[in-house]
């Protein structure tokens, strides 16, 4: 049998359509995409859906700028996990386990996690978007249902939380 031979394609949206779609970070911005929030944090909701045998799983970036390390505001989802994949640099999550009405702040826990570290949030779990630990941007990847910043998202202020020593 002789050996076959295939040559490289650049990676454009005409040529893959046929096998599904992509984003490049380097593409994602206000102009081209729904943003939630301005720095230092920005949310690029669902750019990308995976359908999971009917389920719609939304693919979305958050992007983190170096910003003041209080935590001032924390949410959580009743129906959904989320996962959250530092790309390109390392960051800081808070976490608090479910509650009946607001967040005790203390309560609240905060997680260095490094960059290419999924991290798997289970239903009810207080957080909100990381903070950067690099002096640029980080962008994370966000794993959800898809618009579950629409329809599962109770997002409260709370007292505001120093983080010590990131």
């Known amino acids: 049998m002789k050996d076959s031979m295939v040559k490289p394609k650049e990676l454009t949206l005409k040529n893959f359509r046929k096998y599904g779609s992509f984003v490049r970070l380097s593409d994602i911005s206000d102009k081209d995409f729904f943003r939630i929030g301005r720095p230092p944090v920005e949310f690029f909701p669902d750019l990308i859906g995976l359908n999971t045998d009917g389920e719609i799983l939304g693919v979305s970036i958050c992007r983190v700028f170096p910003r003041e390390m209080k935590i001032d505001l924390t949410e959580h989802h009743n129906y959904t996990e989320e996962g959250i994949l530092p790309l390109d640099g390392d960051v800081l999550i808070h976490v608090g386990c479910p509650t009946e009405g607001e967040l ?63």
């Open 104 to 166: 005790p702040p203390g309560e609240i826990e905060v997680f260095k996690v490094p960059k290419l570290t999924f991290v798997r949030l289970k239903k009810g779990v207080w957080h909100h978007a990381p903070f950067s630990l690099e002096d640029r941007a980080v962008n994370c990847l966000i794993l959800l249902a898809e618009r579950t910043y629409h329809n599962d998202c109770e997002v409260e202020e709370i007292v505001e939380v120093s983080i010590l020593d990131k």
